[in-house]
């Protein structure tokens, strides 16, 4: 099929258009970032750091199940669990057996070992302890099997 002249310089336009501008809901969040300044960040950078705590606390006692690298300046942890199974078996299991939902390192392009991203940027301090505590004691029940 050949494509019209007057076409293809529209479908051009639209293509400059869209790579060189942000998407109008990006530019409302944008301002609406500035305009909250930093001191939005300051009032809720308390819970996260208690909930990144509270998380590596927990998954100190994991040594031997998995390694759990440092996360510094992210909300989520990249888990390498020592097991044989896959990471969305394991996740599939997570979330039937003990109620915590982790997301499979397959998403991310990680294909060789399990590895699954624990994310905690949005979680209140109370939740993450359930959370972690639910993931933790998964991870501990699989690897034993």
């Given at each position: 099929?050949?494509?019209?002249?007057?076409?293809?310089?529209?479908?051009?336009?639209?293509?400059?258009?869209?790579?060189?501008?942000?998407?109008?809901?990006?530019?409302?969040?944008?301002?609406?970032?500035?305009?909250?300044?930093?001191?939005?960040?300051?009032?809720?950078?308390?819970?996260?750091?208690?909930?990144?705590?509270t998380?590596?606390?927990?998954?100190?006692?994991?040594?031997?199940?998995?390694?759990?690298?440092?996360?510094?300046?992210?909300?989520?942890?990249?888990?390498?669990?020592?097991?044989?199974?896959?990471?969305?078996?394991?996740v599939?299991?997570?979330?039937?057996e003990?109620?915590?939902?982790?997301?499979?390192?397959?998403?991310?392009?990680?294909?060789?070992?399990?590895?699954?991203?624990?994310?905690?940027?949005?979680?209140?301090?109370?939740?993450?302890?359930?959370?972690?505590?639910?993931?933790?004691?998964?991870?501990?029940?699989?690897?034993?099997?």
């Amino acid at each position: 099929m050949v494509i019209p002249a007057h076409l293809y310089d529209a479908v051009r336009k639209i293509q400059d258009t869209v790579l060189i501008c942000p998407a109008v809901v990006s530019q409302f969040a944008a301002v609406g970032a500035l305009a909250a300044g930093r001191a939005y960040c300051d009032r809720h950078r308390g819970a996260i750091e208690r909930v990144r705590a509270t998380l590596l606390g927990e998954f100190g006692s994991l040594r031997d199940v998995c390694h759990v690298p440092p996360a510094d300046g992210a909300f989520y942890f990249f888990i390498t669990v020592n097991s044989k199974l896959g990471a969305m078996e394991l996740v599939e299991r997570l979330v039937h057996e003990h109620g915590v939902a982790v997301i499979p390192g397959t998403t991310f392009g990680v294909e060789d070992k399990c590895v699954v991203r624990v994310s905690y940027g949005a979680l209140q301090p109370d939740t993450a302890i359930e959370g972690v505590g639910r993931l933790v004691r998964g991870l501990r029940a699989i690897a034993r099997r």
